[in-house]
C-alpha cells in the first residue's frame, strides 16, 4: 500500500479538524433515537451486512482544504464474481448520472464484479482501478473482458476539488480489500463530501426481515445519499419545520438537485426480473423522505441475490434455478421500502459537518429534529 501510517494519521487528524460545534451534538443511528419506520423487523447488525456474504469497504479521501471524497465498495460474496455470479438488475428513477457498466447488467442480468461507489469525474479511474486489482487475482489470467459497474454521486457543489479527481488506485483497492460486515455510516466513503436536503449527507444502511409462506428472507440496503427535496421524517415535514439549511457557501448552491445512489442485496432467490422489481420498489422508500427526483438528480438502484439457488456459475450452459415466484414478492417489496427510508435517515443522522475552503456543510441538528417529532408524537422511545 502507498499510504503508510503516517498518512492515516494525516487522515485522522483532518477529519478532527473537519468537525464543527454542530457535530459534536448527540448523533446516532436513526432506530438508537426512536425514529423507526415500517412495521418489519431489522436483522441483528441493522444493515446491508445482514444479507449472508455481504461486505461493504469505504476509504476516504482528504487532502488539504479541498478534497472530500472518497470511494465505497460493496462485494456481495466473498468469492471471485466473475466466477461466481450473483443475478442483478438495474432501476433508473431519473437517469441524469454515469452509473458504469449498466447495459450488460441490464442485458445478461448479472454482476461479475464488486459495486462501487464514488464521486462524478472519479468513475472512470475508480473502474480502471477495479479491473486492474480484479486481473491481478488467481484465476484470472486468462480473462480479456470484465465489466465493472461503478455509481457516483456529484460532491462538487461545495466539499470537493471534484475536477482534481482525486480517488487513487491505491484508494480503490483498500476498499476493496478492507471490505467487511462492519458498515461505516455518515461522512465517510463515497459519503465524504455529499449533501442532502441541505445538510451534511453520507453513506446509511439499514435492513428488514420478510417472511413468505415458507422461509425467511433478509433484505439489505446501502444508501450514497446527495440529493435535495422538502425533508420528511416519519411524515413529519423536518425541513421546513427547521426553516434553514446547513449549506454556508458563497457562489454556486447544490439547490433542489443532487442524486443518490442505492444498493440493494438479498438472500431470496430471486430472478434478475424480480430483481428489478424489488429495485424499483426503492424508489418508494426514497419518496418518504420528500425528494421527487428532479431534472438534475441521478436517482439508480442497482439489486442483486446473494441466494446460492440462483447463482451463475461461469461456463455452466445450463441452469435450472429455483426462483421465488410473483406471489411471493409482496413482503420483500415492504422490506425493501422500509430498508431504503432507514438508510436514508441513518445517512443524515450519521453525518458529522464537514468543511473545505469552498464553505461548510453542517450536520442535521439531531436535538432539533427530535423535538419537532416529539411535537409531532412521532418518535418511539429509543
Not at 483498500?174 to 436536503?197: H, I, K, M, P, Y
Not at 430498508?339 to 432539533?368: C, D, K
Request: include cysteine; hydrophobic fraction near 40%.
Amino acid at each position: 500500500m502507498a499510504l503508510g501510517g503516517r498518512s492515516f494519521l494525516l487522515c485522522a487528524l483532518l477529519l478532527a479538524c473537519m468537525s464543527f460545534p454542530g457535530s459534536a451534538q448527540q448523533r446516532g443511528r436513526a432506530r438508537a433515537l426512536g425514529i423507526a419506520p415500517g412495521t418489519l423487523r431489522t436483522g441483528p447488525l441493522n444493515s446491508i451486512a445482514d444479507v449472508s456474504g455481504v461486505t461493504v469497504g469505504h476509504t476516504t479521501v482528504l487532502q488539504g482544504d479541498s478534497v472530500r471524497t472518497g470511494v465505497t465498495a460493496i462485494l456481495p460474496h466473498p468469492g471471485n464474481l466473475f466466477f461466481e455470479r450473483v443475478p442483478a438488475a438495474v432501476y433508473v428513477g431519473n437517469g441524469f448520472g454515469k452509473l458504469l457498466g449498466t447495459t450488460q447488467v441490464l442485458e445478461l442480468g448479472e454482476l461479475e464484479t464488486p459495486i462501487l461507489l464514488t464521486c462524478t469525474l472519479c468513475v472512470w479511474k475508480v473502474a480502471d482501478a477495479m479491473v486492474a486489482y480484479l486481473l491481478e487475482q488467481p484465476g484470472m489470467e486468462g480473462v480479456r473482458s470484465i465489466n465493472p459497474v461503478v455509481g457516483e454521486t456529484n460532491d462538487g457543489f461545495v466539499l470537493n476539488a471534484i475536477r482534481q479527481r482525486p480517488v487513487s488506485s491505491e484508494d480503490v483497492r483498500r476498499a476493496l480489500v478492507q471490505a467487511n460486515d462492519r458498515v461505516g455510516e455518515g461522512s465517510v466513503g463515497a459519503g465524504t463530501g455529499t449533501v442532502a436536503f441541505g445538510w451534511k449527507g453520507g453513506v446509511g444502511t439499514s435492513s428488514r426481515l420478510s417472511r413468505d409462506t415458507a422461509s425467511q428472507w433478509t433484505v439489505g440496503v446501502l444508501v450514497q445519499s446527495n440529493f435535495g427535496g422538502d425533508l420528511h421524517i416519519l411524515g413529519v415535514p423536518v425541513g421546513r419545520t427547521l426553516g434553514r439549511t446547513g449549506v454556508k457557501q458563497s457562489g454556486d448552491q447544490q439547490g433542489a438537485g443532487g442524486s443518490i445512489m442505492i444498493v440493494v442485496a438479498t438472500d431470496a432467490p430471486l430472478s434478475d426480473r424480480n430483481l428489478r422489481r424489488l429495485a424499483a420498489r426503492a424508489i418508494v422508500g426514497v419518496g418518504r423522505t420528500g425528494s421527487v427526483m428532479d431534472n438534475g438528480s441521478g436517482d439508480y438502484v442497482i439489486a442483486f441475490s446473494v441466494n446460492a439457488r440462483v447463482r451463475r456459475r461461469r461456463g455452466a450452459n445450463v441452469g435450472t434455478p429455483q426462483e421465488l415466484s410473483n406471489d411471493a414478492m409482496s413482503g420483500l417489496f415492504q422490506a425493501v421500502v422500509e430498508a431504503t427510508e432507514e438508510a436514508i435517515y441513518n445517512s443524515l443522522l450519521m453525518a458529522t459537518t464537514v468543511s473545505s475552503r469552498r464553505g461548510t456543510v453542517e450536520a442535521l441538528p439531531v436535538a432539533e429534529v427530535l423535538a419537532i417529532l416529539r411535537r409531532r408524537r412521532a418518535l418511539e422511545s429509543p
